[in-house]
């Protein structure tokens, strides 16, 4: 059974750091791209950063520069290292995760951060 254990999310005043992280199991294929999104209250879902399994990231313009992911292969774990963070940020963060032949794709349960101003 595929599980997705999400960690590192908080509460944090504007300027801060947070570091997330996500651990894929029971996953029998080849991971290919891992990624986060976020949700924040009464918006829809919104890609903040996805990794390709070489390595190749891809960011939404308002976290640039500011935010950083990446893999540990042999781990099935991707990290999402946020700095100077904003009260905007505030949203619960998701992992996704799609492999396989197909393609198919999981997600986490989400974990919440939260900005202060």
């Known amino acids: 059974q595929v599980q997705l254990v999400e960690s590192g999310g908080g509460l944090v005043q504007a300027g801060g750091s947070l570091r997330l992280s996500c651990a894929a199991s029971?996953?029998?294929?080849?991971?290919?791209?891992m990624g986060w999104y976020r949700q924040a209250p009464g918006k829809q879902r919104e890609l903040v950063a996805t990794?390709?399994?070489?390595?190749?990231?891809n960011y939404t313009n308002s976290v640039k520069g500011r935010f950083t992911i990446s893999r540990d292969n042999a781990k099935n774990t991707v990290y999402l290292q946020m700095n100077s963070l904003k009260p905007e940020d505030t949203a619960v963060y998701y992992c996704?995760?799609?492999?396989?032949?197909?393609?198919?794709?999981?997600w986490g349960q989400g974990t919440q951060v939260t900005v202060s101003s």
């Open positions: 029971g996953i029998i294929f080849s991971i290919n791209t």
């Open positions: 996704k995760v799609t492999y396989g032949p197909h393609r198919d794709a999981y």
């Open positions: 990794i390709t399994s070489g390595g190749s990231p």
